[in-house]
């Protein structure tokens, strides 16, 4: 029986491509490893389901969205694209000579100054697309009667393109736009800016130690076969920018080429990533739990607020969305204690888990999988009753889509939080992230540690 089963068994396996080693078909998407310029992607990280668990509804949610897809920040503009393509515009270099690298020949800047920062047309479907998915997933809440977003153009954007997928008409909704000004203190969808001990570019110093050393064997390679361009590691950082920037302008790019980078090298442009945020907006900044713990606090208020209009402190919305920039949505991780490198381990060397001159691969604090355009933070409500948990109501996070489980109150169902302990645990976590004003230490007289902007 087993010889004459095993071969058939083999073929079917082969057949799906299930369950097997495969040492000679690895495989590799640059799109999932592009840090701030991904985009958007579902990267199960956990693998845990994101259905409701079993015996739960979801009565309330409110989710925080980055804008979708832009031409090009400024930043990453100004300083490695710009002179990438100056240098490609002025060069002597035959590119059609040059195998790996011929497409130079005819290749088109896609970036102009008059699109910077503009939201691409496949950014607008995209958010309009995550509007139909999260209204196909709450099909019983109420569309929202107002979103919010920061005044930037591309969050606006980003909120009326998502308005167009959520809502039947969408002037239905109103579009909330939260000022970006530097005196809001914790009241805005920007509370970096009004933090003076935030520095925007903090960790570009240990990101720069680890772009030396990632791009090296990439400089020598290009300049050994085009001799006259001298490629610089800001050049080869600025090939993995344009990869990101020109699929999401013109829907595929030939700088995403694995024989342009190789895998490794696409993973050390999301490592020196990975360092700069950690330093600027994650685990390595003393600040950034203190700037994300407003929104977290001024949301659990909403969602926690009586859904029986005995109290006016909420819009008695089922669904808060808020759009803001990259920063805001890894202050928030920080805030829930989510991507710690140093989780369980009752230590707290976190820079130690971010080394400069090597890629730690274990790390949990991956910037594609928590900043890309339009990364998306998820909090539900919900109601259960569930075999072998009592019943009542619970919490739980999303990112991205994959659910997940707050350090110290996941015991629920489906890892979720239950309502009596998420205010201790919410209290927990305002001690050791601490407040904003004293953290921030803003130089303005007006400042406040509350985001109201949900409250009428
Ligand atoms: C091209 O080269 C010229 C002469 O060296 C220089 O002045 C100019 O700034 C360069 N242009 C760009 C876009 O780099
Ligand atoms: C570039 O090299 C190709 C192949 O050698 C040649 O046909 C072409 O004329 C060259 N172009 C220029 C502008 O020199
Ligand atoms: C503080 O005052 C400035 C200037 O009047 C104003 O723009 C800002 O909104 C105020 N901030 C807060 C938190 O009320
Ligand atoms: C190559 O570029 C580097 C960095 O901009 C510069 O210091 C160096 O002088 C250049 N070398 C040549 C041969 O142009
Ligand atoms: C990590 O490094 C940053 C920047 O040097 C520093 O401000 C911070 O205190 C360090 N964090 C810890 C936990 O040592
Ligand atoms: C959380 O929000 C409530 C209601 O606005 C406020 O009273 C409280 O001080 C906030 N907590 C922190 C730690 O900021
Ligand atoms: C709250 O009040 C509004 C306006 O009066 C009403 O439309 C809405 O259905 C009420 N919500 C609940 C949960 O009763
Ligand atoms: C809620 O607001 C309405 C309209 O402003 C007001 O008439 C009502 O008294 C308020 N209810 C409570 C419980 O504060
Ligand atoms: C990260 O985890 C460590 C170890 O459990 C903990 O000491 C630290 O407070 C956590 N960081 C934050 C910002 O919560
Ligand atoms: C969930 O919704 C279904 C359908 O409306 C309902 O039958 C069930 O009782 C609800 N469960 C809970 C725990 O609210």
């Known amino acids: 029986m087993y010889s004459k089963a095993l071969p058939l068994l083999s073929v079917a396996l082969c057949a799906t491509g299930a369950l097997s080693h495969t040492p000679n078909s690895y495989s590799f998407d640059p799109l999932k490893h592009l840090a701030g310029v991904a985009p958007p992607f579902d990267p199960q990280d956990p693998d845990l389901d994101p259905t409701p668990p079993q015996g739960c509804n979801v009565t309330r949610a409110a989710y925080l969205v980055r804008h979708a897809a832009i031409y090009a920040n400024d930043f990453d503009y100004e300083s490695y694209i710009e002179g990438f393509v100056g240098k490609l515009s002025n060069t002597t270099v035959n590119w059609t000579t040059v195998p790996v690298l011929s497409f130079l020949a005819t290749w088109q800047n896609p970036i102009t100054d008059a699109e910077m920062e503009m939201l691409t047309r496949a950014g607008k479907l995209e958010a309009t697309k995550l509007g139909v998915d999260v209204a196909q997933r709450y099909q019983s809440l109420r569309t929202p009667e107002k979103i919010w977003t920061s005044t930037a153009e591309r969050t606006v954007k980003s909120a009326k393109s998502f308005s167009a997928g959520i809502a039947d008409d969408d002037s239905d909704i109103q579009i909330v736009e939260v000022s970006e000004g530097e005196e809001e203190g914790a009241n805005s969808l920007t509370p970096y800016e009004g933090c ?252 406040t540690n509350v985001l109201g902007i949900y409250e009428y």
């Not at 720069?208 to 990632?214: A, C, Q, R």
């Not at 020196?272 to 929104?295: C, E, K, L, Q, R």
């Not at 976190?350 to 909090?379: C, E, Q, V, Y």
């Open 196 to 447: 003076p001990a935030y520095s925007s570019s903090a960790g570009s110093k240990q990101a720069t130690s680890f772009l030396d050393i990632y791009t090296k064997p990439a400089i020598a390679r290009f300049n050994t076969a085009a001799p006259a361009f001298n490629f610089t590691a800001n050049d080869i950082y600025a090939i993995s920018l344009l990869c990101g920037y020109e699929t999401v302008i013109r829907g595929s790019s030939p700088f995403c080429s694995l024989d342009v980078l190789s895998p490794n090298e696409w993973l050390g442009f999301e490592y020196t990533n990975d360092i700069m945020y950690h330093y600027n907006t994650g685990f390595g900044s003393p600040v950034s739990g203190a700037i994300g713990f407003p929104w977290v606090n001024a949301t659990f208020n909403s969602l926690m607020a009586s859904q029986n209009n005995m109290s006016n402190a909420t819009t008695d919305q089922d669904l808060y969305i808020s759009f803001t920039h990259r920063e805001l949505p890894p202050t928030v991780l920080v805030a829930l204690d989510l991507f710690n490198n140093t989780a369980f381990s009752g230590a707290n060397n976190i820079n130690g888990t971010m080394p400069t001159d090597t890629i730690n691969h274990r790390r949990a604090w991956k910037s594609s999988n928590i900043l890309s355009f339009l990364t998306n933070i998820a909090i539900e409500k919900m109601s259960c009753d569930s075999f072998g948990f009592d019943a009542g109501t619970y919490y739980r996070v999303l990112v991205n889509d994959a659910p997940q489980s707050l350090n110290g109150c996941s015991n629920g169902p489906g890892e979720s939080c239950k309502d009596s302990d998420m205010t201790t645990w919410l209290n927990t976590r305002a001690q050791v992230v601490g407040e904003y004003d004293a953290t921030c230490m803003p130089d303005y007289s007006n400042s």
